[in-house]
T-cell receptor, first 114, second 111 residues
Framework: DADVTQTPRNRITKTGKRIMLECSQTKGHDRMYWYRQDPGLGLRLIYYSFDVKDINKGEISDGYSVSRQAQAKFSLSLESAIPNQTALYFC?????????????FGEGSRLTVL | GENVEQHPSTLSVQEGDSAVIKCTYSDSASNYFPWYKQELGKRPQLIIDIRSNVGEKKDQRIAVTLNKTAKHFSLHITETQPEDSAVYFCAASDSSYKLIFGSGTRLLVRP
């Protein structure tokens, strides 16, 4: 089945370390997103990309950067991790065609910054 | 930018009763309003969506209503079942399909 895959699924790191979360998809979608989930705060958009040459900031982009290496790959980097970046991170994709709008989420990457 | 507020944050109902979750949005340009369900430990999944050219949409026990004048939309679940227990998120976006989510409602259906 076509899917959205995130790696790593769990990561514990220390303050100041550089972290990369990777996302790949086999859905053939052109749009990819990174969201962060915190208890009581819902899903907040970090960055999004509508094609390989398109990168856009979301609601909470400070402290994060992204790279769209190919249509199927979208990675999120924390250059110098801090404890308040401890969260569950979701990658998502969507299609620009007939079913525009529906997001398909990966299984999530739980990041803990000590 | 868009801001979406969702209420209540938690909701407990008896099995068989109805549940209603409400959201308000701020950007009058928003025209797409989906609802996602996230079961414990799982990824969010779309359950129903509505676009601004309609006021109501139903899918079996689930319905969504939209009032563009008041900038609010609601999720209605009838005849609730234990498997409806989950966290529900509303969201809104304009034609860019940059979805902004509400803070979520944890629904508990008591057997």
């Amino acid at each position: 089945d076509a899917d959205v895959t995130q790696t790593p699924r769990n990561r514990i790191t220390k303050t100041g370390k550089r972290i990369m979360l990777e996302c790949s998809q086999t859905k053939g979608h052109d749009r990819m997103y990174w969201y962060r989930q915190d208890p009581g705060l819902g899903l907040r958009l970090i960055y999004y990309s509508f094609d390989v040459k398109d990168i856009n900031k979301g609601e909470i982009s400070d402290g994060y950067s992204v790279s769209r290496q190919a249509q199927a790959k979208f990675s999120l980097s924390l250059e110098s991790a801090i404890p308040n970046q401890t969260a569950l991170y979701f990658c998502a994709t969507s299609d620009s065609g007939e079913h525009t709008g529906e997001l398909f989420f990966g299984e999530g990457s739980r990041l803990t910054v000590l | 930018g868009e801001n979406v507020e969702q209420h209540p944050s938690t909701l407990s109902v008896q099995e068989g009763d109805s549940a209603v979750i409400k959201c308000t949005y701020s950007d009058s340009a928003s025209n797409y309003f989906p609802w996602y369900k996230q079961e414990l430990g799982k990824r969010p999944q779309l359950i129903i969506d509505i676009r601004s050219n309609v006021g109501e949409k139903k899918d079996q026990r689930i319905a969504v209503t939209l009032n563009k004048t008041a900038k609010h939309f609601s999720l209605h679940i009838t005849e609730t079942q234990p498997e409806d227990s989950a966290v529900y998120f509303c969201a809104a976006s304009d034609s860019s399909y940059k979805l902004i989510f509400g803070s979520g409602t944890r629904l508990l259906v008591r057997p």
